[in-house]
């Protein structure tokens, strides 16, 4: 799937408890005379949105026209959240400066991004009833404009039961779906909305069940969806992925298979994909998997951070290609133009029946040309009417396995065809190499690589290295026992 082509700009409206997320680094190289604990030195101060404003600030990378309804305080740090926002392309003409303070969370980050301490600045007290009016009236004006509403709750006060209800309610009169992100043990709070997204404590404490297993995390997930009246409920399962409940049957997506470097946002950046998938016209299984993929990206960053959706969009592709493999399928080949985007495809092919040291260097030699390797393998029927009966000598799952063995190799394809020119066509190469032992004009594919202005490279072989060789000189062997 690639969501280059598929997420275009939607209007998303996000509603929940923004705030900033400040990030101290610098270094801890000694105890305190004063007490016992460590000193810590700030070298560098940075500030990003947190919270709600994280999420709307991923709905911006992923290309989203986003605007954000909530509350912050009258002070330098609602002033810097608001500004990072707008900075980003997020409206925030619907952020009130009403708290009594921004809620700001700053992170002491040392050596090896070893978080030394979290101080919060916040208030938590639930919104007034004024307050609650004030911002109802505001989307009742307004609701209209979106194609999708997200709430975001991280218990800091906005998202007060009658709030929340009221926003609910108003977004289901306009006919505009409700993705909420939960918090605390009320799953009452949630009732009407289209999909709720607990985490597996959410889950435990809304519905009091158990959510170790399988079976119970589905259990549990069917008794929140009859509580809320939900039509999904997508329970995040941090390493174990995510469970969707609400369709036919439950669907099990698997985290993707990343070193997990910091969690910070991952739930944020989740919620934020959903919606733009959903707001796009995906499936909600297809919605969920980009989700998904979003977060798994989220975990390898450090911190709060804003996932691209080229970054997202690359990562299907390579998932959707098994990159774990490099022997591709016909179908993943096509798609190699789109996942090496801003990169040159070097291609060459061969029957590589016996791997030797002509074959390597001939191959890393190719490697250099570009960025990406792509290899051509002849099936084994390929080169049985190339070289004869009694070829290959090898199988072409035992060549392929051989070739992806070689790390300047980047993936391999076998065609079934006499010629490469059907698999040139799809893979789009920008250089196209063969054996010095071919005259430019005899290259199959060399019209289709110079049409999209790419070139030919003939690379010459190792003189006495060959696959025939070889197989002649081990029968001359067994002749001579």
Known sequence: MNLLNRIHEKKILVIGDVMLDTYYTGEVRRISPEAPVPVFRKMTEQSVPGGAANVAANLAAANQSVSVLSVTGKDEAGERLRSRLSDMGVACDMVLPLKACTTEKIRFIAENNQQVMRLDNEVTDGISDEVCTELLGLLEARVDEFDIVVLSDYGKGLLTYDFTQGVIRLAKVHGKRTLVDVKGSDAGKYAGAFLVKPNLLELHDMTK??????????????????ICGADYILTTCGGRGMVLVGGKKPIFVDADDHEVFDVTGAGDTALAYLAAALANGCSVRRSVEVANHAAGLQVTKAGTAAIGLREVSEVMLKAEADVSNKVLDRRSASKLRELAAGKKIVFTNGCFDILHVGHIRYLRQASRLGDMLVVGLNSDASVRRLKGEGRPINSENDRAELLASLEFVDYIVVFEEDTPYELIKQVQPDVLVKGGDYAPENVVGKDLVEARGGKLVLIDFVEGKSTTGIIHKIRNEDDDE
């Open 209 to 226: 069940m158990p959510v170790k297993t399988d079976e119970e995390i589905i259990t549990s997930s069917n008794a929140l969806r009859d």
